[in-house]
């Protein structure tokens, strides 16, 4: 049984998941729209959510706290540098998954995870 367990454990080891997760994070903030699956999307919102909450606090300990799950001084260069200054008076909400169908190969649901601030089709 699950009960209580929140994480999504994607079907691999925890070092794995970990490393995919922060490999997907840098991709997300270096290209500010990735295509994945749909669990991948949904555990990358939980992932990468607080950290873009952090990146509103600019000092050396946040900086330091975010390197330590991004592993990528470029992604975290960008987002401190870009997207905390874009995404400041925002309260919550960084992230869109938006379901784009199905996989040919193997039928698994996939997705489109993008930060919201960076996208023209939905601004007024």
């Keep these: 049984m699950r009960h209580r367990k929140k994480n999504n454990n994607l079907g ?10 922060s490999n997907m994070a840098s991709s997300l903030i270096k290209r500010k729209r990735i295509m994945t699956t749909l669990a991948k999307a949904k555990a990358l919102r939980k992932y990468i ?4 909450t952090k990146s509103k606090k ?4 946040s900086r330091r ?26 309260p919550g909400g960084y ?3 938006i379901k784009t169908g199905f996989r ?3 039928s698994s649901e996939t ?7 960076y996208n023209n089709h939905y601004k007024k």
């Design 49 to 52: 959510e607080p950290l873009l």
């Design 95 to 97: 992230t869109r998954i």
């Design 104 to 106: 040919v190969g193997d």
């Design 12 to 21: 691999v080891i925890s070092s794995h998941r970990k490393s995919m997760l």
């Design 111 to 117: 997705a489109m995870i993008e930060l919201v601030d």
């Design 58 to 61: 600019n000092t050396i300990h």
């Design 65 to 90: 706290r975010i390197f330590k799950y991004l592993n990528d001084k470029q992604s975290v260069l960008e987002l401190f540098e870009k997207i905390s200054s874009k995404i400041y008076n925002r």
